[in-house]
Nanobody, 124 residues
Framework: QVQLVESGGGLVQAGGSLRLSCAAS????????MGWFRQAPGKERELIAR????????YYVDTVKDRFTISRDNAKNTVYLQMNSLKSEDTALYYC?????????????????WGQGTQVTVSS
């Protein structure tokens, strides 16, 4: 069992930055690939970035590439999402997810574990 708790969301002006954190419980965090998803009002939950268990492999969707950075600290059981150059369209509820398979983090239908989400609001 893995429990995930996100933090770091808030209100920021366009062009600003935020760093989200996702703290995981359990001693097997380093066995899980991790992903960040987001869901805007009226839209489906979408993947924005994922990272392999060791941290050596990452993937970003085009809309956040070169602006967001996913990273992890396995010693702290935490995954991060550094978000720079934020835009109003980045406003959403952000979730972290965990799965033993990096492949399963491609869509929101597959990950085994989810956090409760943290709200990010970007004002223009």
């Amino acid at each position: 069992q893995v429990q995930l708790v996100e933090s770091g969301g808030g209100l920021v002006q366009a062009g600003g930055s935020l760093r989200l954190s996702c703290a995981a419980s359990g001693r097997t965090f380093s066995s899980y690939a991790m992903g960040w998803f987001r869901q805007a009002p009226g839209k489906e939950r979408e993947l924005i970035a994922r990272i392999g268990a060791s941290g050596s492999v990452t993937y970003y969707v085009d809309t956040v590439k070169d602006r967001f950075t996913i990273s992890r600290d396995n010693a702290k059981n935490t995954v991060y999402l550094q978000m720079n150059s934020l835009k109003s369209e980045d406003t959403a509820l952000y979730y972290c997810a965990a799965d033993v398979s990096f492949f399963n983090l491609r869509t929101s239908s597959s990950p085994e574990y989810w956090g409760q989400g943290t709200q990010v609001t970007v004002s223009s």
